[in-house]
Protein backbone atom coordinates (compact mmCIF):
# COMPACT_ATOMS: atom_id res chain seq x y z
CA UNK A 1 0.00 0.00 0.00
CA UNK A 2 1.34 3.66 -0.46
CA UNK A 3 1.61 5.59 2.09
CA UNK A 4 3.17 8.88 2.86
CA UNK A 5 4.96 10.29 6.29
CA UNK A 6 5.83 13.17 7.52
CA UNK A 7 7.92 13.51 10.31
CA UNK A 8 7.70 17.04 11.79
CA UNK A 9 4.44 18.14 12.79
CA UNK A 10 5.53 21.35 13.54
CA UNK A 11 8.04 23.43 12.49
CA UNK A 12 9.47 27.09 13.11
CA UNK A 13 11.68 29.39 11.05
CA UNK A 14 12.82 32.84 11.42
CA UNK A 15 11.62 35.29 8.44
CA UNK A 16 14.40 35.13 5.99
CA UNK A 17 16.08 31.87 6.33
CA UNK A 18 15.64 28.64 5.40
CA UNK A 19 14.05 25.64 5.91
CA UNK A 20 13.24 22.07 4.65
CA UNK A 21 10.71 20.25 5.44
CA UNK A 22 10.74 16.49 5.12
CA UNK A 23 8.25 13.59 3.48
CA UNK A 24 9.19 9.83 2.27
CA UNK A 25 6.69 7.56 0.78
CA UNK A 26 6.53 3.94 0.26
CA UNK A 27 5.70 2.72 -3.18
CA UNK A 28 6.35 0.05 -5.47
CA UNK A 29 5.92 1.81 -8.66
CA UNK A 30 8.49 3.32 -11.14
CA UNK A 31 6.29 6.11 -12.40
CA UNK A 32 4.52 8.24 -10.40
CA UNK A 33 3.71 12.34 -8.96
CA UNK A 34 5.06 14.08 -5.90
CA UNK A 35 3.29 17.31 -4.58
CA UNK A 36 3.24 19.55 -2.12
CA UNK A 37 0.37 21.42 -1.36
CA UNK A 38 0.16 24.31 1.55
CA UNK A 39 -2.86 25.24 3.13
CA UNK A 40 -2.65 28.69 4.94
CA UNK A 41 -5.34 30.12 7.47
CA UNK A 42 -8.14 30.38 4.75
CA UNK A 43 -7.81 26.98 4.13
CA UNK A 44 -7.66 27.23 0.68
CA UNK A 45 -5.19 24.04 -0.61
CA UNK A 46 -3.17 25.67 -2.91
CA UNK A 47 -0.52 23.55 -5.45
CA UNK A 48 3.41 24.87 -4.15
CA UNK A 49 5.28 22.56 -6.61
CA UNK A 50 5.03 18.86 -8.48
CA UNK A 51 8.18 16.45 -9.17
CA UNK A 52 7.47 13.52 -11.48
CA UNK A 53 9.56 10.78 -10.69
CA UNK A 54 10.99 10.27 -14.26
CA UNK A 55 12.57 13.20 -13.78
CA UNK A 56 15.96 13.12 -12.35
CA UNK A 57 16.17 16.96 -12.13
CA UNK A 58 14.64 18.53 -8.89
CA UNK A 59 11.92 20.80 -9.55
CA UNK A 60 12.11 24.34 -8.36
CA UNK A 61 9.44 27.35 -8.03
CA UNK A 62 11.16 30.61 -7.37
CA UNK A 63 11.71 30.28 -3.04
CA UNK A 64 10.21 26.41 -3.18
CA UNK A 65 12.88 23.81 -4.70
CA UNK A 66 12.17 19.99 -3.32
CA UNK A 67 15.06 17.47 -3.25
CA UNK A 68 13.96 14.30 -4.63
CA UNK A 69 15.31 11.31 -3.94
CA UNK A 70 13.68 8.25 -5.63
CA UNK A 71 16.13 5.24 -4.42
CA UNK A 72 15.45 6.49 -0.67
CA UNK A 73 11.97 7.86 -1.70
CA UNK A 74 11.99 10.89 0.15
CA UNK A 75 11.04 14.06 -1.06
CA UNK A 76 11.86 17.28 1.18
CA UNK A 77 10.75 20.86 0.13
CA UNK A 78 12.93 23.48 0.70
CA UNK A 79 11.67 27.02 1.27
CA UNK A 80 14.51 29.70 1.05
CA UNK A 81 13.68 33.26 2.22
CA UNK A 82 11.11 32.37 4.34
CA UNK A 83 8.43 34.98 4.31
CA UNK A 84 5.22 35.54 6.81
CA UNK A 85 3.25 34.30 4.39
CA UNK A 86 5.04 30.98 3.56
CA UNK A 87 3.23 30.21 7.05
CA UNK A 88 1.11 27.26 6.75
CA UNK A 89 0.34 23.68 6.62
CA UNK A 90 2.11 21.84 4.16
CA UNK A 91 0.79 18.85 3.14
CA UNK A 92 3.20 16.23 0.72
CA UNK A 93 1.11 13.65 -1.66
CA UNK A 94 1.71 10.67 -4.18
CA UNK A 95 -0.01 10.21 -7.11
CA UNK A 96 0.58 6.80 -8.89
CA UNK A 97 -0.58 5.60 -12.54
CA UNK A 98 -4.00 5.14 -11.38
CA UNK A 99 -6.05 8.07 -10.03
CA UNK A 100 -5.68 8.14 -6.55
CA UNK A 101 -3.99 10.61 -4.43
CA UNK A 102 -2.30 9.94 -0.83
CA UNK A 103 -1.35 12.60 1.63
CA UNK A 104 0.67 12.67 4.59
CA UNK A 105 -0.55 14.29 7.72
CA UNK A 106 0.87 17.69 7.49
CA UNK A 107 3.43 20.17 9.17
CA UNK A 108 2.36 23.13 10.21
CA UNK A 109 5.08 25.97 9.37
CA UNK A 110 5.20 29.01 11.33
CA UNK A 111 7.50 32.11 10.66
CA UNK A 112 9.11 34.11 13.19
CA UNK A 113 9.35 37.73 12.65
CA UNK B 1 -12.10 28.96 -15.00
CA UNK B 2 -13.84 29.79 -12.02
CA UNK B 3 -11.94 26.65 -9.91
CA UNK B 4 -13.79 24.16 -8.20
CA UNK B 5 -16.80 25.65 -6.69
CA UNK B 6 -18.51 24.32 -3.42
CA UNK B 7 -21.43 24.97 -1.50
CA UNK B 8 -22.51 26.01 1.20
CA UNK B 9 -19.41 27.65 2.80
CA UNK B 10 -20.38 26.86 5.90
CA UNK B 11 -23.26 24.55 7.12
CA UNK B 12 -24.40 24.44 11.10
CA UNK B 13 -27.10 22.11 11.86
CA UNK B 14 -28.86 20.01 14.31
CA UNK B 15 -28.29 16.21 14.65
CA UNK B 16 -30.00 14.24 13.27
CA UNK B 17 -30.64 16.42 10.25
CA UNK B 18 -29.77 15.24 6.45
CA UNK B 19 -26.78 17.42 5.23
CA UNK B 20 -26.13 17.99 1.44
CA UNK B 21 -22.89 19.20 0.29
CA UNK B 22 -22.34 20.14 -3.64
CA UNK B 23 -19.05 20.27 -5.67
CA UNK B 24 -19.02 21.67 -9.12
CA UNK B 25 -15.39 20.66 -11.04
CA UNK B 26 -13.17 22.44 -13.32
CA UNK B 27 -15.09 22.15 -16.24
CA UNK B 28 -13.15 19.31 -18.72
CA UNK B 29 -11.57 17.45 -15.88
CA UNK B 30 -12.96 13.95 -15.17
CA UNK B 31 -11.70 12.91 -11.55
CA UNK B 32 -13.61 13.87 -8.78
CA UNK B 33 -12.66 13.41 -4.57
CA UNK B 34 -14.42 14.15 -1.75
CA UNK B 35 -11.69 14.56 1.22
CA UNK B 36 -12.49 15.29 4.84
CA UNK B 37 -10.08 17.30 7.00
CA UNK B 38 -10.43 16.93 10.97
CA UNK B 39 -7.51 18.03 13.78
CA UNK B 40 -7.50 14.64 14.63
CA UNK B 41 -7.60 12.62 11.74
CA UNK B 42 -6.17 15.34 8.82
CA UNK B 43 -6.93 14.79 5.44
CA UNK B 44 -9.20 11.72 4.79
CA UNK B 45 -10.28 10.62 1.52
CA UNK B 46 -13.63 9.94 1.49
CA UNK B 47 -14.65 8.74 -2.22
CA UNK B 48 -13.40 9.16 -5.43
CA UNK B 49 -15.30 9.14 -9.29
CA UNK B 50 -13.86 8.65 -12.75
CA UNK B 51 -15.74 9.63 -15.53
CA UNK B 52 -18.83 10.14 -13.18
CA UNK B 53 -18.27 6.54 -11.68
CA UNK B 54 -17.53 6.08 -7.97
CA UNK B 55 -13.84 4.07 -8.02
CA UNK B 56 -13.20 3.58 -5.09
CA UNK B 57 -15.52 4.68 -1.51
CA UNK B 58 -13.97 2.96 1.00
CA UNK B 59 -13.10 5.92 3.16
CA UNK B 60 -16.85 6.92 3.19
CA UNK B 61 -17.06 6.35 7.17
CA UNK B 62 -20.41 4.32 6.94
CA UNK B 63 -23.81 3.89 5.52
CA UNK B 64 -25.00 7.42 6.42
CA UNK B 65 -22.19 8.85 3.85
CA UNK B 66 -23.44 8.91 0.67
CA UNK B 67 -21.81 10.47 -2.82
CA UNK B 68 -23.63 10.97 -6.12
CA UNK B 69 -21.66 12.06 -9.40
CA UNK B 70 -25.21 12.34 -12.04
CA UNK B 71 -23.11 14.15 -14.64
CA UNK B 72 -19.32 15.19 -15.06
CA UNK B 73 -20.31 18.66 -13.48
CA UNK B 74 -21.84 18.26 -10.17
CA UNK B 75 -21.47 16.03 -7.24
CA UNK B 76 -23.04 15.58 -4.03
CA UNK B 77 -22.03 14.51 -0.68
CA UNK B 78 -25.41 13.38 1.53
CA UNK B 79 -25.28 12.37 5.17
CA UNK B 80 -28.30 11.62 7.10
CA UNK B 81 -28.79 11.47 9.90
CA UNK B 82 -26.09 13.70 11.02
CA UNK B 83 -23.96 13.42 13.94
CA UNK B 84 -21.64 15.67 16.15
CA UNK B 85 -18.68 13.96 14.99
CA UNK B 86 -19.54 14.74 11.63
CA UNK B 87 -18.61 17.77 12.12
CA UNK B 88 -15.68 18.89 9.87
CA UNK B 89 -14.02 20.56 6.68
CA UNK B 90 -14.94 18.66 3.76
CA UNK B 91 -13.33 19.44 0.56
CA UNK B 92 -14.23 18.75 -2.67
CA UNK B 93 -11.28 18.18 -5.93
CA UNK B 94 -10.66 17.57 -9.33
CA UNK B 95 -8.05 16.67 -11.67
CA UNK B 96 -7.56 15.37 -15.51
CA UNK B 97 -7.14 11.84 -15.38
CA UNK B 98 -3.39 11.08 -15.01
CA UNK B 99 -2.96 9.56 -18.55
CA UNK B 100 -4.34 12.70 -20.31
CA UNK B 101 -1.49 13.99 -18.96
CA UNK B 102 -2.83 16.21 -16.14
CA UNK B 103 -1.93 15.28 -12.58
CA UNK B 104 -2.47 17.56 -10.04
CA UNK B 105 -5.51 18.08 -8.07
CA UNK B 106 -7.26 21.58 -7.92
CA UNK B 107 -9.42 22.05 -4.45
CA UNK B 108 -12.73 24.11 -3.71
CA UNK B 109 -12.66 26.43 -0.83
CA UNK B 110 -13.88 23.69 1.47
CA UNK B 111 -17.71 23.20 3.48
CA UNK B 112 -17.15 23.63 6.89
CA UNK B 113 -19.85 21.57 8.24
CA UNK B 114 -20.88 21.98 11.97
CA UNK B 115 -23.36 19.44 13.54
CA UNK B 116 -24.83 20.63 16.99
Known amino acids: AQTVTQSQPEMSVQEAETVTLSCTYD???????LFWYKQPPSRQMILVIRQEAYKQQNATENRFSVNFQKAAKSFSLKISDSQLGDAAMYFC??????????FGTGTSLTVIP | DAGVIQSPRHEVTEMGQEVTLRCKPI?????LFWYRQTMMRGLELLIYFNNNVPIDDSGMPEDRFSAKMPNASFSTLKIQPSEPRDSAVYFCASSLELRAGGNEQFFGPGTRLTVL
Open chain 2, 27 to 31: SGHNS
Open chain 1, 93 to 102: AYRRAGNQFY
Open chain 1, 27 to 33: TSESDYY
